[in-house]
């Protein structure tokens, strides 16, 4: 049986080893902290997609007719 060693007195090539071995593999869950936008906030790109849905469905109501 191996003798036991504080952390803090191991070689930097154990540390290395033994903080590999502790760490372990997120899956599908991603470790980064999110939060959701804030919806009063304005948003460019929601204004701009609009603009574009209401000139598609002119175009598409001037040729249906």
Known sequence: MDKYIPYEELSKKEKRRLDSQR????G????VTRK??????YNRNKA???RREDQFRAFLFAFSA
Do not use: D, L, Q
Not at 28 to 31: D, E, G, M
Not at 36 to 41: D, G, V
């Open 28 to 31: 599908c869950v991603s470790p």
């Open 36 to 41: 959701p936008e804030n919806s009063k906030a």
């Open 48 to 50: 701009r997609n609009w």
């Open 23 to 26: 760490r372990t593999i997120w």
